[in-house]
Nanobody
Framework: QVRLVASGGGLVQPGGSLGLSCAAS????????MSWVRQAPGKGPEWVSA????????SYADSVKGRFTVSRDFAKNTGYLQMANLKPEDTAVYYC???????????????????WGQGTQVTVSS
């Protein structure tokens, strides 16, 4: 069964840090690129970051560049999104997704991903 399970969300104060994980199972993790997409309340999905199949290429939305870091661990079949200097506008449900190719940029929020994780809530508030 192809599956992605996102975890690590929570409540954090502005300026704080949080790490998200996306555990993959049921498919060859190293053959897929991974993306993170978020959706804030009342807004459409927003592509956040992506990493290619071998981890050598990463890409970030301008809104998170310099604050977020995407990575992946092939031994653990897990992708990560490390978030620092969080802002209230980062509040959203964060989803991970796996696709056959690296997708980045605004259109990647609706990309043709093979599978999606269930989402994890990140709330940035004092």
């Amino acid at each position: 069964q192809v599956r992605l399970v996102a975890s690590g969300g929570g409540l954090v104060q502005p300026g704080g840090s949080l790490g998200l994980s996306c555990a993959a199972s049921g498919f060859t993790f190293s053959s897929y690129a991974m993306s993170w997409v978020r959706q804030a309340p009342g807004k459409g999905p927003e592509w956040v970051s992506a990493i290619n199949f071998d981890g050598r290429i990463t890409s970030y939305a301008d809104s998170v560049k310099g604050r977020f870091t995407v990575s992946r661990d092939f031994a653990k079949n897990t992708g990560y999104l490390q978030m620092a200097n969080l802002k209230p506008e980062d509040t959203a449900v964060y989803y991970c997704a796996a696709g056959r190719r690296l997708m980045d940029g605004p259109a990647a929020a609706a990309g043709d991903y093979e599978t999606w994780g269930q989402g994890t809530q990140v709330t940035v508030s004092s």
